[in-house]
């Protein structure tokens, strides 16, 4: 069955730290990958989703980046953190055969 | 950006109503899915019904589908206090379809 891993749990990083956030996917391959950030209280926002190793697409302009160095992991990183990246990472993927989409658990990452 | 809106944004009822919550959305879809999210968790994928379905049942959930109104509906029948958790609906447009796009959502509150 598939699985899919995002760490860590919680993050507090300073302002002007890098950020790297890791996702990975078993049991299936070539996965739709995505990105969003959920703010307190608010909707999921897209971020970065990917449909192929090293395919990025971003849907918000902002401090943060990603990419897909294998088939089954994406990484979300930042040079520089700013205090409004604080919130709420998720990680998702889909199939291209299966329309739903299965979540991790979640990062919350606190910019001090 | 964001599609469509779900209302209400919360709900709070007693053990053993219905809970009905709505969703909206502006561009042509290829299917609508509606999640749960627990507090601080990943979302769970719930029910899922395509363009060209106007009713699923699945369990207590049942879901319409109004193309010509652009609008969803979510219907928890008999709703338990474990009900408790946040929803979502989540459009997949015909154009751009590897894009999940979410809704704000709608708290859920069951009183026992």
């Known amino acids: 069955s598939q699985t899919i891993h995002q760490w860590p749990a919680t993050l507090v990083q300073p302002v002007g730290s890098p950020l790297s956030l890791e996702c990975t996917v078993e049991?299936?391959?070539?996965?739709?990958l995505y990105w969003y950030r959920q703010a307190a209280g608010r909707g999921l926002q897209l971020l970065f989703y990917?449909?192929?190793?090293?395919?990025i697409s971003s849907e918000v302009p902002q401090n943060l980046s990603a990419s897909r160095p294998q088939d089954r992991q994406f990484i979300l990183s930042s040079k520089k953190l700013l205090l409004s990246d604080s919130g709420f990472y998720l990680c998702?993927?889909?199939?291209?055969?299966?329309?739903?989409?299965?979540f991790g658990q979640g990062t919350r990452l606190t910019v001090v | 950006s964001q599609q469509g809106e779900e209302d209400p944004q919360a709900l709070s009822i007693q053990e053993g109503e219905n809970a009905t919550m709505n969703c909206s959305y502006k561009?042509?879809?290829?299917?609508l899915q509606w999640y749960r999210q627990n507090s601080g968790r990943g979302l769970v994928h719930l029910i899922l019904?395509?363009?060209?379905?106007r009713e699923k049942h699945s369990g207590r959930l049942r879901v319409t589908l109004d193309t010509s109104k652009k609008s969803s509906s979510l219907l928890i029948t008999a709703s338990r206090a474990a009900d408790t958790a946040s929803y979502f609906c989540?459009?997949?447009?015909?154009?751009?379809?590897?894009?999940?796009?979410f809704g704000k959502g709608t708290m859920l509150l069951v009183s026992p």
């Open positions: 561009t042509s879809i290829n299917n």
């Open positions: 989540a459009k997949r447009m015909n154009s751009g379809y590897s894009t999940l796009t």
């Open positions: 990917s449909v192929g190793i090293g395919q």
């Open positions: 998702a993927w889909a199939g291209s055969l299966v329309p739903e989409a299965f």
């Open positions: 049991g299936t391959s070539n996965p739709n």
């Open positions: 019904i395509r363009s060209n379905e």
